[in-house]
């Protein structure tokens, strides 16, 4: 019975992540005299964000919604407008806030492909059996991603790894059900 309330706790866990808000990007300065503003897209590519039909934030004045109505490209910097704020006051109080999706309006992945904020929290565990840690971030480098790994309870030690995500040369499974990554990656290998 015990096992059985523990999955449904975990299920629960999953559908509420499925509802979380995934941080898109950051609404940067005002541009010009109609209400435009940058906005640093954390997509890749960064055009991506323009597939949004509604992005949320959260005010002084408790959370909101907004649409782009128009967008452009000025360089590499994106600039955008979101109806209802078309002038220049109103919008610079958008400025710094960041944008959310809900992660149920991510587009599906491919098989073997996950979202970055699926990964995090995931146990890593070695192909000697030994618990290396959690997820706890991932940032891009120019050869792959990598995974920085923390210690946890049941983990081995207390030593923070970073471990490149290279999908079968390191990463040999990755089980979103069971909550772990299995990885080719020793205990003493330099972190």
Request: net charge negative; proline share 4%; charged share 25%.
């Amino acid at each position: 019975m015990a096992q059985q309330t523990g999955e449904r706790a975990e299920r629960a866990e999953r559908a509420e992540a499925a509802q979380a808000l995934v941080v898109m990007g950051r609404i940067g300065r005002p541009h010009g005299v109609k209400g435009w503003l940058r906005l640093q897209s954390s997509t890749s590519p960064p055009a991506n964000i323009l597939e949004f039909a509604e992005l949320h934030v959260e005010t002084e004045h408790g959370p909101g919604s907004l649409r782009i109505d128009g967008s452009r490209w000025q360089g590499d910097s994106l600039i955008v407008h979101f109806a209802g704020y078309d002038e220049p006051e109103l919008a610079r109080r958008l400025t710094g806030l960041e944008v959310y999706v809900v992660a149920d309006e991510l587009p599906e992945l491919d098989a073997g492909e996950y979202y970055w904020r699926q990964l995090q929290g995931l146990a890593v565990v070695n192909l000697a059996g030994e618990n290396l840690g959690r997820v706890s971030s991932v940032f891009e480098t120019g050869a792959n991603d990598v995974m920085v790994v923390a210690p946890a309870q049941g983990s081995i030690d207390d030593r923070e790894r970073l471990i490149p995500y290279v999908w079968t040369r390191v990463v040999c499974r990755v089980d979103l059900e069971a909550g772990t990554i299995n990885v080719d990656w020793g205990a003493d290998f330099l972190a």
